[in-house]
Structures are given as structure tokens and as C-alpha cells.
């Protein structure tokens, strides 16, 4: 995760990183002022040799509702 938090954190965003489990949360979350691309932005690491299944979009929509990112 220190990928996403070097990439948003020089454009002036907050970054948060969730406690690391394997309970399916959000691992970060980006708060970013930008009147124009900005917003609320989830995200969650997975590692799938397959296709990722519905329960886990689902979870992570519920997630977005959960943050205010929709």
C-alpha cells in the first residue's frame, strides 16, 4: 500500500491506512480536496488467480457506502 499513499500523498491528499487483517476491509482510504477529481476513494488488495467473486464486490461496495465514496 505504500504505492497508493506515495502517489496521492504528493498531489495533497489524506491518506489513511486501515490495520492490516484479513477480514476483508478497506486497506486505504484516500481523502482528496480537489474540487474537480476529487472525493472520497476506497481501496482493497486482493490477490485472485481467478475471477474475483461477487460476495467480495459486494463487500467492497458496502465498504464504499460504509466511507462515503459513492
Same mark, same amino acid.
Given at each position: 500500500?505504500?504505492?497508493? #499513499?506515495?502517489?496521492f500523498?504528493?498531489? /495533497?491528499? #489524506? +491518506?489513511?491506512?486501515?490495520? @492490516?487483517s484479513?477480514? /476483508?476491509? =478497506?486497506? &486505504? &482510504? %484516500?481523502?482528496?480536496?480537489?474540487?474537480?477529481?476529487?472525493? +472520497?476513494? +476506497? @481501496?482493497? *488488495?486482493?490477490?485472485?488467480?481467478? @475471477? =474475483?467473486?461477487?460476495?467480495? @464486490?459486494?463487500?467492497?461496495? /458496502?465498504?464504499?457506502?460504509? #466511507?462515503? *465514496? %459513492?
Amino acid at each position: 500500500m505504500k504505492i497508493i #499513499e506515495r502517489m496521492f500523498s504528493k498531489k /495533497g491528499s #489524506e +491518506v489513511r491506512t486501515t490495520k @492490516v487483517s484479513r477480514d /476483508g476491509v =478497506v486497506d &486505504v &482510504v %484516500v481523502y482528496d480536496p480537489d474540487p474537480i477529481r476529487g472525493g +472520497v476513494f +476506497v @481501496v482493497q *488488495a486482493k490477490r485472485y488467480n481467478n @475471477v =474475483v467473486p461477487v460476495s467480495a @464486490v459486494r463487500d467492497l461496495y /458496502g465498504s464504499m457506502i460504509n #466511507e462515503g *465514496a %459513492v
